[in-house]
């Protein structure tokens, strides 16, 4: 049905797109990378952190 169509479509439309030069993988990977280092802006994200976060059981 409809869904087949619009899946045909937008492979259609990103191969296009990445012909003429355009990445919408890369960008929109860019925009997240950017929104996540805006949010995390002077916090410690370091993966030590995540770690110690993870072992310890405050329950």
């Not at 410690?44 to 405050?58: T, V």
């Amino acid at each position: 049905g409809k869904n087949i169509t619009v899946i045909a479509e937008v492979i259609a439309m990103n191969y296009l797109l990445k012909h003429y030069g355009y990445d919408p993988a890369k960008a929109f990977q860019e925009r997240i990378k950017s929104s996540i280092g805006e949010k995390t802006k002077g916090r410690d994200m370091s993966p030590k952190r995540a770690i110690e976060y993870f072992e310890g059981d405050i329950e």
